[in-house]
């Protein structure tokens, strides 16, 4: 029922999911008996809320506030918060939807939910983000708690943020808990997880490329986004012999032919928070396409000549369009480190293609598996080293993408990792509802 043009990023979501299921429901009228169809697509629990902070200048702002705790079957709700201007409840619903499937691939006790605002974080001052985190956190504290809803970041939330609701949930609570995961080094947070999300795509890449007697190096890469995840897809391109060439934020993109400077796309992101048109300072040999410039329904970045693409900035980033191009110019692999950020169009022709493209529920997984493995930590007192968390992490993105692929070959598609990915999650949750009763 698509009664709400507001939710039109949800109702794509779950009409991908609802059309790979077709062969399973199809199988038997098991899951049909259990109405789990319309069980799992409406969320347990939706949370809108009043923010109200006050600005440097001393004025009262206002924004909404989300979190939607959308299906508890495998365990606590976990998914991250997002504060960026274009947030909506649907923004929201979409994400928290797509998070029960991926959370479920990890094959870790983890339940689906996702939270966020329309704030702008774009040029506030440190204690406006610290004055807005903890106006946030005075409602979402009464949610949230280490056995019952862990939120994370996502975009517009890394560890600067995490801190400030960290530090307000323990000051109205009064308890030092692992009730949020993305955490300081020195107060609870785990060595790789700032890593995770961006090198488990790049792991996930490998794995599909393996299993077409492929592999990433000497690839040369498109990766768009500047933010965390697309920061660490570079990072482990590089590690594994690959050549990114391209990053962008919400202004323009970069085109590098030598590769991406990483250390300088570290400090204009991480440190000095700016855009990337500074890059050309230190190259000038680079090509900055600001986003005005960027070709009608598409993104500057999938235009131009590479192996492998990864979308890590946003949802619908790679049109229809964008993908002809992708194609007609001979790519090979997308591994999607970005939530939903191929249009159905395009994921269709990818598909039709047959090219390896890995879903972002299964591709981007390892951000909100390493999240847990935080979660792990905090409950039995001990910090893991880096080695110890990597080495899982690239254990959980080959289990994620075995699962997809068996079962894409079991429901004849072998190629078909959206089928595969889709029809595993979904398996996992229901199997686990009916198990539960009608609750
Ligand atoms: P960040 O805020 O760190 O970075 C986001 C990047 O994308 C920035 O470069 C930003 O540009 C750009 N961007 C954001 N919105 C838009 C837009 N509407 N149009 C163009 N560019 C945009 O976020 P993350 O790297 O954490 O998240 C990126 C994606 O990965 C999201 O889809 C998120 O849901 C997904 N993801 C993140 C996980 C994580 O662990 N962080 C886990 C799994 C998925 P600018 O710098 O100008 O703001």
């Not at 493995?373 to 080959?398: F, G, P, R, T």
């Amino acid at each position: 029922n698509k009664s709400s043009p507001a939710q039109s990023e949800f109702y794509q979501a779950t009409e991908e999911v609802l059309e790979c299921l077709r062969p399973l429901i199809e199988q038997s009228d098991y899951y049909h008996q259990h109405s789990i169809i319309e069980r799992i697509v409406e969320p347990e629990r939706q949370i809108m809320f009043r923010i109200c902070w006050v600005d440097d200048a001393g004025s009262v702002r206002v924004n909404k506030g989300y979190r939607v705790q959308f299906n508890s079957a495998l365990g606590p709700y976990k998914g991250g918060l997002r504060f960026h201007p274009s947030v909506t409840s649907g923004t929201i619903k979409f994400l928290g939807f797509e998070q029960i499937f991926k959370n479920a691939l990890t094959s870790l006790p983890i339940g689906g939910g996702k939270g966020g605002a329309d704030f702008d974080p774009k040029g506030k001052s440190d204690n406006e983000i610290m004055r807005f985190c903890q106006a946030f956190m005075n409602e979402l504290y009464r949610h949230i708690g280490p056995n019952c809803d862990v939120p994370a970041g996502d975009i517009g939330v890394g560890t600067r943020e995490i801190g400030y609701l960290f530090g307000q949930y323990k000051r109205l609570t009064g308890r030092y808990e692992g009730v949020l995961t993305g955490k300081g080094l020195n107060w609870g947070g785990s060595l790789g997880r700032k890593e995770a999300t961006g090198y488990g795509a790049v792991y996930f890449a490998q794995n599909m490329l393996a299993a077409r007697g492929e592999e990433l190096r000497d690839k040369t890469c498109l990766v768009s986004g500047a933010g965390n995840v697309a920061i660490y897809t570079i990072e482990k391109l590089y590690e594994l012999g690959a050549k990114p060439i391209t990053c962008s934020d919400s202004r323009g993109a970069i085109h590098d032919k030598n590769g991406i400077d990483l250390g300088l796309l570290k400090e204009l992101k991480e440190v000095q928070r700016t855009s990337l048109e500074a890059y050309l300072h230190e190259h000038p040999e680079a090509h900055y396409i600001s986003a005005r410039d960027y070709p009608q329904g598409g993104h500057a970045v999938w235009r131009i000549h590479a192996d492998a693409a990864f979308p890590c900035a946003t949802q619908n980033e790679l049109t229809e369009s964008d993908a002809e191009i992708l194609l007609a110019n001979g790519i090979t692999c997308i591994s999607e480190g970005a939530n939903m950020p191929s249009t159905k169009e395009a994921v269709d022709l990818f598909l039709d293609a047959k090219i390896a493209y890995g879903p972002g529920k299964a591709a981007n997984a390892g951000g909100v598996a390493t999240s847990q493995l935080e979660m792990a930590q905090n409950s039995s007192m001990e910090q893991w080293s880096m080695e110890k968390v990597d080495q899982k992490l690239k254990q959980i993105m080959a289990n994620i993408h075995r699962q997809c692929a068996d079962t894409a070959e079991e429901f004849g598609d072998k190629t078909n990792l959206a089928l595969g990915a889709n029809i595993a999650g979904f398996r996992k949750v229901a199997d686990a509802m009916i198990e539960q009763g009608a609750t």
